[in-house]
């Protein structure tokens, strides 16, 4: 949706997910995976991206994130269009390597004269991990839409917290916090923050498991153009339909999911029982 939008007012688009995981995510004590974020935003980019950036801290998941983007872009059944000017994994603190991320998108931009670009920035926090000088950095000489993960539960219990103090202050980039009551007041003290950086459109989608204690806001951050935000309309879709299912409705959609693996696993050809990697498997693990 966004690529094929942005594609129409820019020259070059750029994906950055600021904490991007191993490139799967495990579900469950089933132990089931699914894609990760950098994968979905490749697979599913209807004009490939210009550049996709990637920043993650834990070595391990980074090494893998390598292994997984290579088998993805280089020859398995995915079939994901490499990005035009390729890919880069930053082993680091996000906070410190965005500024890496700006300076190279302003690069490759440029490389045919004037730059004219824009960046989908993912931010999918678990706890405090994306301070505010991060992505003020960020947004300083660049212009870009957001897609941030607002740890609610989170947030709530280090605002209680005096150990959390300094944690909040970086992460909201001040006090702004302090006088927040409650998980509403501290998700729009952060909200109120963004308006202030320009980003004054906003679609909020609260995930909350039903089950247990842990909720999160999905923010979804872009500024106001004249000819209005042409998928803003698309992302408020995605809200009603995410806002409307609940944890349990997710246990029924992954018991869907199951049922169609057999089905497509069923047209697959079949095995030599000495040679238990293939693609698939190799790709997953
Ligand atoms: C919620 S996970 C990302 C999941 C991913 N979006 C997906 O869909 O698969 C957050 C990741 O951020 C990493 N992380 C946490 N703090 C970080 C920081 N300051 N800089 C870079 N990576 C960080 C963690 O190691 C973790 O792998």
């Known amino acids: 949706m966004y690529t094929t939008?942005?594609?129409?007012?820019?020259?070059?688009?750029?994906?950055?997910?600021?904490?991007?995981?191993?490139?799967?995510?495990?579900?469950?004590?089933?132990?089931?995976?699914f894609l990760g974020s950098p994968l979905l935003a490749a697979k599913n980019a209807a004009e490939p991206f210009t550049k996709m950036?990637?920043?993650?801290?834990?070595?391990?998941?980074?090494?893998?994130l390598e292994k997984r983007?290579?088998?993805?872009f280089n020859g398995s059944d995915l079939q994901i269009t490499p990005p035009e000017c390729g890919y880069e994994v930053y082993v680091g603190d996000?906070?410190?390597?965005?500024q890496q991320v700006t300076r190279n998108m302003w690069r490759v931009a440029k490389r045919d004269g004037k730059a004219n670009f824009n960046h989908l920035t993912f931010i999918d926090n678990q706890g405090l991990n994306l301070n505010?000088?991060?992505?003020?950095?960020?947004?300083?000489?660049t212009t870009g839409d957001y897609l941030i993960n607002f740890p609610t539960s989170n947030v709530l219990r280090?605002?209680?917290?005096?150990?959390?103090?300094?944690?909040?202050?970086?992460?909201?980039?001040?006090?702004?916090?302090r006088s927040a009551n409650g998980k509403e007041e501290?998700?729009?003290?952060y909200t109120t923050r963004l308006s202030g950086l320009g980003k004054t459109e906003q679609v909020v989608t609260n995930i909350d498991s039903g089950t247990k204690n842990y909720q999160y806001d999905m923010i979804y951050a872009t500024r106001k153009t004249r000819g209005?935000?042409?998928?803003?309309?698309?992302?408020?879709?995605?809200?009603?339909?995410?806002e409307a299912v609940d944890g349990a409705d997710v246990e029924d959609m992954l018991q869907i999911l199951r049922g169609d693996q057999m089905t497509m696993e069923s047209f697959l050809p079949k095995q030599d029982e000495d040679d238990p990697q293939s693609k698939l498997v190799e790709f997953h693990d």
């Not at 996000?94 to 965005?98: D, I, R, S, T, V």
């Not at 991060?134 to 000489?141: K, M, N």
């Not at 605002?159 to 980039?173: I, L, R, T």
């Open 5 to 33: 939008v942005i594609s129409e007012y820019f020259n070059d688009w750029f994906y950055i997910d600021a904490l991007a995981g191993s490139g799967v995510s495990v579900y469950g004590d089933a132990d089931e995976s």
């Open 53 to 64: 950036y990637f920043i993650e801290q834990d070595k391990e998941n980074a090494a893998a």
């Open 69 to 72: 983007l290579d088998v993805a």
């Open 94 to 98: 996000a906070n410190k390597k965005l």
């Open 132 to 141: 505010w000088g991060g992505l003020e950095d960020l947004e300083d000489s």
């Open 158 to 177: 280090a605002s209680g917290h005096k150990g959390s103090e300094n944690a909040m202050v970086d992460y909201y980039g001040g006090d702004r916090w």
């Open 186 to 189: 501290l998700l729009e003290a």
């Open 228 to 242: 209005g935000s042409d998928y803003i309309n698309a992302i408020e879709y995605i809200n009603r339909f995410v």
